[in-house]
């Protein structure tokens, strides 16, 4: 098999095993479907631009507008795994009308070619084809694609840095699975697009046999990654939930709610005094930390403190993450229990269940972070 031979295998391989995901994502039973329906509607775009490696050119000859046209739908990529990012951190997302304006460079394009390709005689589409790399249509949508690629790579990575402070400040179960796997992706991704980029400057170097490796070593990683992708939706087919999309950061409510009256201040400061004492006796007293899914929204009616002033309480005044608040408790009980010669034949997963933990990884790292030692040194050492 020849080097072109051994790229267009790994393409149809990628392309294949891309497809397979997005039908399982299409039928998979799951709450949110959206999510599901965009990441592979993602794929299936992922598949249609790799399909180019291994279209013949005979194909090509006798299909010029679709191949532009295929040319195009690049365009449709990024902005859909931005609007899929969307839907899994935030389960009150809906596509609205003003979505569609993630298509408009897709639009765009389709409008330029329009006017300077789909309608040329098949002679003219020829050399459009054959000196492709050279015309100014095909250079402007590449260096828009880099644009594209720059700009969401930044959007995303702000929505993620958004999602994580909500889930810090409103939630306390230390499963952070759902964070991670974005990260992990979106990061694997835009390592690949940013190196697709590298690759594709190589168009203008008189050296085909670093552009022809180039292809094999991009294709081996856009083939890790979907198998990836595959191994990760079939072992969590569970994993996309979203959070609420109508929290807010603590910080924006306080500046909401910024008021500059010195008398108010320190009447507020006296309110706020008594609030962190009711709060904290209420924590060491009736331990609704022991419930593994506890939110901000559930703490807030059982102390009957709006969960907007509880956010600010914690995030704000106390200055901790609702998620470290809660997690100091169920690690301040785990140190009860581990001292406890009654109580020695408790196992440490035991423990950690017992004080609401629900991941032993987790379990161990908050408990690090606190006493310096491990769940089990610390019981020794006591």
Known sequence: MNIHGLISVLSGMSVFVSLLLAFFLFTVKIENKLANRLFAFYLIFFAIDNVGIFINDDFIKNHFNFEFFRWSTCALIIPIFYLYILSVCFNGFRLKPKHLLHALPFLITNAVFLFRLYFLTDAEKMQF????????????????????????????????????????????????????????????????????????????????????????????????????????????????????????????????????????????????????????????EKEPFLDPSLTILELSNQINIPVRDLSILINHHIDQHFFDFVNEYRIQKAMSILKNPLKNDLTVLEILYEVGFNSKSSFNTYFKKYTNLTPTAYRNAS
């Open 129 to 284: 084809y054959d000196h492709r790399n050279q015309r100014p249509e095909l250079y402007g949508f590449q260096l828009m694609l880099v644009v594209q690629i720059v700009f969401y790579s930044i959007a995303i990575f702000l929505v993620l840095k958004k999602y994580k402070e909500l889930y810090q400040e409103n939630y306390a179960n230390p499963k952070t699975s759902i964070f991670k796997w974005l990260f992990q992706i979106t990061t694997a991704l835009f390592v690949l697009y940013y190196l697709s980029i590298a690759k594709n400057t190589l168009r203008y170097i008189d050296l085909e046999i670093l552009w022809i490796w180039a292809n094999v070593i991009m294709q081996v990683f856009v083939l890790t990654i979907t198998c990836w992708f595959v191994l990760k939706a079939l072992n969590h087919p569970e994993l996309f939930r979203g959070i609420d999309s109508k929290l807010q950061l603590a910080r924006d409510i306080v500046h909401d709610n910024h008021e500059s009256n010195d008398e108010v201040k320190d009447n507020q400061n006296e309110e706020i005094t008594t609030k962190i004492a009711v709060l904290k006796q209420y924590m060491t």
